[in-house]
Structures are given as structure tokens and as C-alpha cells.
């Protein structure tokens, strides 16, 4: 026999290496891999080790770990892009970021940056998310095909809008007591809106109140002198998103009333 037919002819069973250092196994491309089964390599191109299962190369590698991620909340009534900071570790070049609805709809993020191989940054239109979808959740994939996942961590939530226009509300003569105006806002994302005043207490401290639930501003002011105007901030806020506007009312002395006060307005005529 020739010493190649000796070498082709001679079979490994069982090895054992006594060395310190490791053992060198085959290596190359992703282009250069083989096809048989059981085949175990070095792939430079990803630089992971990797066998052929027969069907498909595995890579052999650890998953990353996602520990959190910022923001939580997207309003998407703000438009533009968000962007996410994924914080987690094993993160590696090439990774791949997803976001799954609630409906089970996913989405890539429209761009990733590996900052180091603890955080990630992840773009994404504002408008790809939707609250009837919340809460999604968040996925890294490596290269290697090994992946971390939280669930339900991202949810959708947009500022309360006025529909009261800001600046005046109107005139009070401060001898009526009724329900006098009533502010009103509306949520994009269906939450309950609660009014309240805010950086100051001018509508308590002229004995009038300003109902949470409805916006109603109600009350027997007390009575003034001379036209006074009362200028205040009120709050909506829904979901734990705020939104402030400005208004003013005019409080005028008192004068003849006459009528049952229920709707504020005033008749003068004896």
C-alpha cells in the first residue's frame, strides 16, 4: 500500500487529547463549508464554531440576555421615529431586533446599532406601532440564530388633546351659583381623562370647582368689587400622559338676578 492509502485507510475511534492548549479543528468560510453529517468546523466568517446536521449548519454559541429596555411607552401621535436602547449582554454584530403585537404581528426595527456587546440601539417609526395591538413585545436575534426575548414590554401611549380652545371662558357675575363652563380633552388611545388644575389653586381659592370627571367648573364665586380676571392652568391627563392648557374667566361684581341660577346665565330685568 502507498503511505496515502495507509493515511485514507486509517481510522480515529475514541480519541482522547492529553493537550492543554485545545485542539484545532477545521476551519474556513461560509462559503467553504462541507455537506456531510456530523461535520464540526471553524467559521470564520461569523467566527463561531458550527456542525452540519445534515440539512443545516448550527452554530454553536451562548444566547444573548435582554435585562431592559427603553422607553417603554411610544406615542405615536408624536410621529417620527423612536428610538429603543436595549441593554443585556452577548450582544454580537449583525443581531436582529423585533417587535410582536399582542395580535402575534411582528416587525423588524428599521435599523440596529451594536454599541458594544451590552447595548444595542434599535430605530423605529412611531406610526408601526398601534394601541390596539399593546403591549409588544421585544426580541434580539444574533447571528447565530440564538435569540432573548421580553415579553409585553413596550406599550402605546399618546397625550390627551384639548378640544377647548385656551384663553377665555367666558364671564361669571359672582352672586350665580351654577354649573358655569365645562373644559373637555380627548384621548387618541380610548383612556379616562382626568381634569385638574394645576400650578396654583385660583379656581378653589374663588370658591369654585372644577369636576375631574366631567371638566364641569361650578361654584358661587366670591364676590368681587371690580372685574376681576382669574387666570389659571388645567390639566388633562390620561394613561399618565399630560397635556396643559391656559384659560381665564371674568368675574364681574354682582347685579340684579333674577331666574333659578341652574344654567348661570343672568336676567336683569326687574
Known sequence: MTKARDIA???????????????????GTTAQRGSTAGQFRFNTTTNLAEYYTGSEFKAIDSPPTLTAVSPTEVQTSSGGNETFTLTGGNFQSGAIVTFTGNNGTSFNAD?????????????????????SNEPYD??????????AQVEDSINVDNSPNWSTAS????????????????????????????????????LS??????????GVISGDPTDVSSDTTLSFTLRATAGGKTADRAFTILLKPPT?????????????TP
Open 9 to 27: 485507510d486509517f481510522k480515529f475511534e475514541d480519541i482522547v487529547d492529553t493537550g492543554t492548549e485545545g485542539t484545532k479543528v477545521a476551519s
Open 111 to 131: 435599523s440596529v446599532t451594536v454599541n458594544s456587546s451590552s447595548s444595542i440601539t434599535a430605530v423605529k417609526t412611531r406610526s408601526s406601532f398601534s394601541n
Open 138 to 147: 421585544i426580541k434580539i436575534t444574533n447571528a447565530s440564530g440564538l435569540s
Open 167 to 202: 384663553g377665555s371662558l367666558g364671564t361669571i357675575f359672582s352672586n350665580v351659583s351654577a354649573n358655569h363652563f365645562t373644559v373637555s380633552a380627548t384621548d387618541a388611545d380610548g383612556d379616562t381623562i382626568v381634569y385638574s388644575e394645576t400650578g396654583g389653586t385660583v
Open 205 to 214: 381659592g374663588q370658591n369654585l370647582t372644577l369636576n375631574s370627571s366631567t
Open 256 to 268: 340684579n338676578y333674577f331666574g333659578d341660577g341652574s344654567d348661570g346665565s343672568l336676567d336683569t
